[in-house]
């Protein structure tokens, strides 16, 4: 398997700053590098993440986040998948997906959906889409 690209060095950095705030045991669930992945791909997402999310104690709260009003069909599927990607606890479906993101977006979420499923590790840093 490939490993995962950042989208570019802040990606790639603001990924690095979060993830050293969680605690070691959090640092090695796929799960929470999964949505870090995500959700410092996107500054808009990101932002939006940043309200819910607390990294010294790895609390999400993804159910008032979800809540939150959004106009941005893009944004709001990608909170959709970073609640699918913490817990599964949201449908939405491929088709959602391909038709609500431009090209930059997908590869962002498939980098994310790579990093759930098979973790990040340290070369991952040195490499970029």
């Known amino acids: 398997m490939n490993p995962v690209c950042f989208l570019d060095d802040q990606h790639n950095k603001r990924y690095q700053m ?15 590098q999964a949505i870090l992945f995500l959700a410092t791909g996107n500054l808009q997402l990101m932002q939006l ?3 819910y999310f607390f990294p010294e104690t790895g609390e999400f709260f993804y ?3 979800l809540a939150e009003p959004i106009d941005d069909r893009m944004i709001d599927v990608e909170r959709q998948l970073l609640v699918q990607l913490y817990n599964g606890r ?4 491929v088709i ?3 038709d609500q993101l431009n090209p ?3 590869k962002l ?3 994310a959906i790579q990093v759930r499923m098979f973790g990040t590790d ?3 840093g040195e490499r970029q889409i």
């Open 109 to 111: 979420v498939l980098g």
């Open 18 to 32: 979060i993830l050293k705030r969680l605690s070691t045991r959090n640092r090695a669930k796929t799960p929470f």
């Open 63 to 65: 159910q008032e986040m």
């Open 104 to 106: 930059k977006e997908l």
């Open 96 to 98: 959602e997906i391909i």
């Open 90 to 93: 949201t449908t939405l479906t």
């Open 49 to 51: 993440f940043s309200d």
């Open 122 to 124: 340290e070369e991952l």
